[in-house]
């Protein structure tokens, strides 16, 4: 139960996590996080900087789509683009990651800035299919401009390294995916605190009574673009780095679809959706796999429809989560967030 | 709920039996296989048939008693043809079983896993992939290709059509999709062409899933090839490319590599697929060889209900032979079974009779470039030898 809870400031007030149970639970978090390699196999470390790399590339789409209402199918398209800048600026120009990863970002930024002008003039689905054509675009670039991109073939990157220390096992480059992702979530949970993330949200809602009110709609939508490839590409940097290897299939239409489902099923326009939602796509279907491993010692005989059974399965979940929790994961946490607010007492 | 209790109890005791069963198996030592199969997904059309040849194989192996006083297990897991799923698949099973051997699904899961498998894995890695980027031993010294890379079959088609030019020059055009796959074989092409006097008229590029081929086919008109050569396709746009290059009038005869000279293609084609010829490098179902006659034996034994085995089965099948022969190898040689020792055994192959499955195999770059030409037979529905064993030099 919580009780006595006052503010006796402004700033206590204004604080991103300001009750001591959330404060509670972000240390535990925190120490959940950082214990979680030491006593997790190289395995679901692994998984856990898949989804580290997504999470961020799931809050950039969040950012544009679930607060500012500008929906993208190009969102992979922007992971790419950072991918392939970290790349070429880790093996051309002999960048260390610290400057190669936010290459990545700008380089998305930049292309964002333009993909998004499209924006003004057009919204809903005619945006989403603008935004298409921007990640089909890409997709051939990466193809095809072989002299930068190495063409279908891709590029090879080694290990990112920090003053000598190198990120080239699992757990390492856990420590630096998670402490990147940590950072752009609490700057994404900060940025709607802020006039900017305000004034996202107002176009979202309204973009006429917005612009009324003195935002100014090209700047904003541009800006939401731009912060939301940042994501992405930082998202696609780390993934150079993680995969260490880039190729123009890293990034199909298909990731980017994912990315809708993951900001869908976790709740649009929240942050603690969105890791819900990158967690739940990513790690589901291996779950799912999991239990076919286990059918399969059972009854080997049965695998050949347990194994598509499995997204079949997934795709029954996800649309139950829609029927049932339109809000995504993020309303169902909400809600047992509240009832343990009063516990033990009724309403 | 007697009856449910009994069941239980049944099913309990069959467990145990089951444990026990396995347990008493264990005398041998183990050899562990791990693969990760891409049984679902956009490969599914060949995964399960991978599979299927790559475990039925080892069992056989196992049966026959190939490897003296081993016993090879093979561990499988489905990765739904997606990169990131196979890298973790590989890592979990290197840390659940430690196997010694590992079959990837892709070539990108071969990139993917080469700096890891070079420093810390060390396993011996085969593949669906036919890549040629993979057979390179400085690179991806653990990993090896079943078989001729893209670049090979090309060449042995390039080989043949040097050998069977039509009207003066052979000409000849690629017809390739912008996949990895498609592109993979295409630069090496070109100049092994050159090299044989081979001239090419024209390249043409399409997607994987192309609908409307019209204005292809044209091109192709335009450029009168002897020979018209498909990569990176599986059936579409094969079929549709045949049927309005025949309507067009367009004289030539149409190629593929390995993925499209499975019967499959026979049968989507019809009378089309008459004079349709491709490289394989392994042989068919139906051919009277005694590896392939071990194979049909073992699968009437095993799989009573099959009637017919695509060529990824063999394919899958041939994996095996490989990582056994390599096995025996060391086995042979009274070292540990390592990736180490493993690859070094593969290097060793030279001329090894593989039982009239594929010609004489001998492991160069981590790859065996030999192939044969085969033609289709439209009356039987099956694919005939047009050449002998094609070795690539």
């Known amino acids: ?347 | 709920m007697k009856t449910t209790k009994r069941t239980w109890r049944l099913a309990i005791a069959a467990l145990l039996a089951l444990g026990a069963a396995s347990a008493r198996a264990a005398g041998d030592e183990e050899i562990r296989i791990g693969a990760c199969q891409p049984i679902t997904g956009r490969f599914a059309f060949a995964g399960g048939q991978l599979n299927a040849g790559l475990g039925d194989y080892l069992a056989y192996a196992n049966e026959q008693g190939l490897v003296k006083g081993k016993k090879l297990v093979y561990i499988y897991e489905d990765t739904g043809y997606d990169t990131e799923r196979a890298v973790a698949t590989f890592k979990k099973m290197m840390a659940q079983h430690s196997p010694v051997i590992m079959y990837g699904e892709s070539t990108g899961q071969g990139k993917a896993i080469a700096p890891e498998l070079n420093s810390r894995y060390k396993v011996l890695y085969g593949s669906t992939s036919f890549s040629s980027e993979l057979a390179d031993p400085k690179n991806h010294p653990y990993s090896f290709v079943s078989g001729p890379t893209y670049s090979d079959q090309f060449g042995i088609l390039l080989d043949y059509i040097a050998k069977h030019p039509k009207k003066g020059k052979p000409k000849v055009a690629f017809f390739y999709s912008d996949t990895e796959f498609g592109k993979d074989p295409i630069p090496w092409a070109k100049e092994r062409a050159k090299a044989l006097g081979i001239e090419v008229v024209a390249e043409i590029v399409t997607k994987v899933a192309a609908v409307d081929v019209t204005t292809e086919v044209l091109s192709l008109k335009k450029a009168q090839p002897d020979y018209v050569i498909f990569q990176g396709y599986v059936l579409a746009p094969i079929p549709e490319v045949i049927r309005a290059a025949r309507d067009h009038g367009v004289d030539a005869t149409f190629m593929s590599t390995f993925w499209s000279m499975d019967k499959a293609i026979i049968d989507k084609l019809g009378p089309d697929a008459e004079g349709y010829m491709g490289v394989n490098p392994y042989a068919y179902w139906w051919d009277e060889a005694p590896a392939i006659a071990a194979m049909r034996a073992y699968n009437k034994k095993v799989h009573p209900e099959v009637t017919y085995r695509p060529n990824s089965y063999i394919q899958g099948w041939f994996t095996g032979m490989i990582y056994v022969e390599a096995i025996r190898r060391v086995v042979a040689a009274k070292k540990p079974v390592t990736g180490d020792t493993l690859k070094d055994a593969l290097a060793t192959i030279k001329d090894w009779d593989t039982g009239g499955l594929t010609g004489k195999v001998t492991f160069v770059s981590n790859k065996a470039a030999v192939g044969r030409v085969y033609k289709a037979n439209v009356q039987k529905a099956i694919f005939e030898p047009a050449s002998d064993w094609i070795y690539l030099k």
Not at chain 1, 122 to 141: D, H, M, N, P, S
Not at chain 1, 154 to 164: F, H, K, R, T, W
Request: glycine share 10%.
């Open chain 1, 1 to 347: 139960m919580r009780i006595g809870d006052f503010k006796e400031s402004y700033a206590a007030d204004e604080a991103l996590f300001r009750t001591p149970t959330a404060r509670a639970g972000l240390a535990a978090l925190l120490a959940a996080l950082a214990l979680f390699p030491l006593v997790a196999g190289e395995y679901l470390v692994y998984l856990a900087n898949l989804v580290g790399v997504l999470a961020i590339g799931a809050l950039g789409l969040n950012i544009l789509t679930g607060y500012t209402g500008q929906i993208s199918l190009g969102h992979a398209a922007f992971m790419g683009i950072g991918s392939y800048a970290a790349a070429v600026a880790q093996t051309r120009f002999g960048a260390p990651f610290w400057i190669a990863v936010p290459a990545g970002g700008l380089a998305a930024c930049a292309a964002g800035a333009v993909v998004g002008v499209p924006s003004l003039r057009i919204k809903g689905l005619y945006l989403a299919i603008a935004t298409l054509a921007a990640q089909v675009i890409f997709e051939w670039i990466f193809t095809n401009w072989t002299g930068v991109t190495g063409g279908i073939r891709g590029i090879n990157v080694a290990p990112a390294s920090l003053l000598g220390f190198r990120f080239d096992t699992d757990v390492r480059t856990y420590y630096l995916v998670t402490a990147v992702a940590a950072l752009h979530a609490y700057a994404a949970a900060n940025l709607f605190r802020t006039r900017i993330g305000r004034a996202f949200v107002a176009v979202r809602d309204r973009d006429l009574s917005a612009e009324l009110m003195g935002v100014n709609l090209f700047r904003t939508k541009i800006l939401a673009f731009m912060i939301s490839s940042w994501y992405a590409g930082i998202a696609g940097g780390l993934f150079v780095y993680f995969a260490k290897v880039v190729t123009p299939e890293s990034f199909p239409l298909t990731l980017s679809i994912q990315y809708l489902a993951m900001i869908i099923v976790g709740g649009l326009g929240t942050i603690q959706g969105t890791l819900y939602g990158t967690v739940f796509v990513t790690l589901v279907p291996e779950a799912l796999r999991s239990l076919t491993q286990v059918a399969q010692k059972i009854s080997p005989e049965a695998m050949s429809w347990f194994h598509p059974m499995k997204d079949i399965l997934f795709g029954a979940m996800i649309v139950g989560f829609l029927v049932f929790e339109p809000h995504g994961l993020a309303e169902i946490a909400n809600r047992i967030r509240r009832f343990f607010a009063l516990w033990p007492f009724p309403k």
